[in-house]
Structures are given as structure tokens and as C-alpha cells.
């Protein structure tokens, strides 16, 4: 299998040199000349791993793309490798520079090639067991569906069971074995609301907006569910960890107003008990996070 890495940087002479470089390795090497096209890219080209200089046309250029693609949970997790004029030279000129320029993924111009490739190949090793595993889930997918009529359908819901949502590679990994253009995967997903292009959130919380639990008090425990997370209906916490749906009748109206959590119903609620429930969950989120 040959990785794709996509180099976005200014310098024509050294995208040059370094194209030649990274193909004569095995790796398909894709180009772009600033951040722009480069997020472009990286969004329709979903690369295995970005080459990305910080210090393009303007010198925070790097740091929005770098912004930009962890905002985005469909591109997120694809590494990236910053390449930096000099460590001094950045951490001067960029006054606001959020990089860690010790971080091993961080290196400098003139690049080292043999520090290059120790980094690309350390960042797709970790890459490629996720990968291997989606790329055996499609191939079994599409050998239990093939020549099905609605096939497209039936393994995009298997899709959808599975991850909770569409990832991004694995709609490339589709239209690479079923021979579909890529617009066409898209379309569909976009056509059925229960597909989703975003990873759910860890914990999912159902607020109960059926009439009973409306009479109840149900918008004055939305309201306060929204203030506490800070999102919306249907939104997910910027650290994934809470997802918040509104919906209707929960099936145990003699508990109104009533909230669920990962399945586990929460009655005779007031506005001021969701503090102390919700807690609960962030507590055992940090204690996990900690071991
Ligand atoms: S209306 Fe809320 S549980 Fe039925």
C-alpha cells in the first residue's frame, strides 16, 4: 500500500526537490502552494499525513491551517508534520506562536531527510493499524454486499452502526472498491438524515421535550443543560465528551420532566439537580483520563 502525504509549502524549489525525494521512498506525494488550497486539499484528498510549512505567505499561515484541521472532526486525526525555517527564527517572529517546538513532529529547514522519513513512517505506523482495520471492515462490507441492489445503502447503515458515524476515509475507501464517485457516497449520506458525518458524542444526553415533560419544567432543564455545556440542540462539546438531542416522550411520562443518559433515565428533575448529574460524568471523564 502506498501512503499519501500531502506538502503544503510556498517554497516551489523545495516542494520540488522534496516530491522527488518522498516518491523515489514509495509515497504518492501530493502538492499545494498555500494554506488555502492546502486545507482544500486535505478535505477532498484526505491524506494519510500533511507536510505542512508554518511560515507560508504570512507567518500565523501554518497555525490557522493547523486550527483548522483539528477543528474539523472529519480530518482531525490525520498527523501532521510542521516544518519550521528556523527554531529561533519562530519562536521570535511569531509572537503568538502556539507551537511546541520541542514536540518531535516539529522540524527544521534545511530538513534533515533521513529525520524526514524517521517521522512520516513513525506517524503512519501508529496510522496504519486504525487503517488496516477500516480497510479489512470495507473489503468484508462490500465481499457480504456485492452485486446487491441498494448495496451502497445497506453498507453505509453498517458504516453508521459501527463507527457512529461516516468517517471520511472510509467513504474514500468505498469509492475506491465499489467504483462510485465520491459525490455520489456524499449525496446519499447527505439524503438520510441517520447518517452522520461527525463522530457522536462520548455521552449522549436526551432531553424530553413530549408534552408532559414540557408541562413539567422540560425548557427551563434544556435551558440549563445548554448553559452548563454551552451548546446547542443536536450540538457536541468542543472536547466530544456530551452530545445534546432534544426529543420526544421517552416512554416514562410519570417521571416528567425526564432526562436520559446513555440510556439511564433521570426523573423528577429540577434545573439545579443536571449540576451535580452532569458532573458525575465530567468526574469519571478526568479520573479515566488520568490513569
Ligand atoms: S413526555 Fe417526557 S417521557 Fe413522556
Known sequence: MRYKILLIDNNCAFVKSTKIFLESKGYLVNTACNGQEGF?????????????????????????IVK??????AIKDIPIIKIIEERKKFSN?????QINLQDKNVIEKPINYKQLLNNISACLQKRS???????EMVENLIKKWEGKEGNLIMILHEVQNYYGYIPRGIAFDLTRCLNIP?????????FYNY????PPGKHIISIC???ACYLKGAPQLFKKIKDILTIEDGEITQDGIFQLQSVRCLGCCGLAPVIM?????YGNLKADDLVEIIAEYTNKEEKTSCR
Request: without cysteine; aromatic residues 10%.
Open 129 to 135: 493499524s486504525q487503517h488496516y482495520k477500516d480497510t
Open 209 to 211: 421535550m413530549g408534552t
Open 261 to 265: 443518559i446513555d440510556g439511564k433515565i
Open 40 to 64: 482544500q486539499k486535505v478535505k477532498e484528498e484526505f491524506p494519510d499525513l500533511i507536510l505542512l510549512d508554518m511560515m507560508m505567505t504570512y507567518k500565523t499561515e501554518g497555525l490557522r
Open 195 to 198: 447518517f452522520k458525518l461527525e
Open 68 to 73: 483548522a484541521i483539528t477543528a474539523d472532526a
Open 182 to 190: 465520491l459525490a455520489r457516497i456524499y449525496e446519499v449520506i447527505s
Open 93 to 97: 517572529e511569531t509572537k503568538f506562536n
